[in-house]
């Protein structure tokens, strides 16, 4: 499996990105996708993950992110609105097959100033 991350970017406070992940590969083992964020001089955190259908949420992006699945296309995409500076991060996808197996994605940077 292959992930190829995109939609970074240079944002002011209170906008919008919206970032696209594209799996290929054995895509059809793929069960949880998420995104994952890593600051500068912070360990990488989970910032969203859909598992089936279900999305789940990091407490700090709750209700300005939305995380999607489009099968057919086999992205996972990550709509972030209401920017903030302390979402400047470099963000990953990363996807989990039904084997526990586990595969990331290069970073995208996202940078937000005010």
């Known amino acids: 499996v292959q992930l190829q991350a995109s939609g970074g970017g240079s944002v002011q406070v209170g906008g919008s990105l919206r970032l696209s992940c594209a799996a290929s590969?054995?895509?059809?083992?793929?069960?949880?996708m998420a995104w994952y964020r890593q600051a500068p001089g912070k360990q990488r955190e989970a910032v969203a993950a859909?598992?089936?259908?279900?999305?789940t949420y990091a407490d700090s992006v709750e209700g300005r992110f939305t995380i999607s699945r489009d099968r057919a296309k086999n992205t996972v995409n990550l709509q972030m609105n209401s920017l903030e500076p302390e979402d400047t991060a470099v963000y990953y996808c990363?996807?989990?097959?039904?084997?526990?197996?586990?595969?990331w994605g290069q970073g995208t940077l996202v940078t937000v100033s005010s």
């Open positions: 990363k996807a989990t097959d039904l084997r526990r197996a586990e595969y």
């Open positions: 590969g054995s895509v059809f083992s793929l069960y949880r």
């Open positions: 859909i598992d089936n259908g279900i999305a």
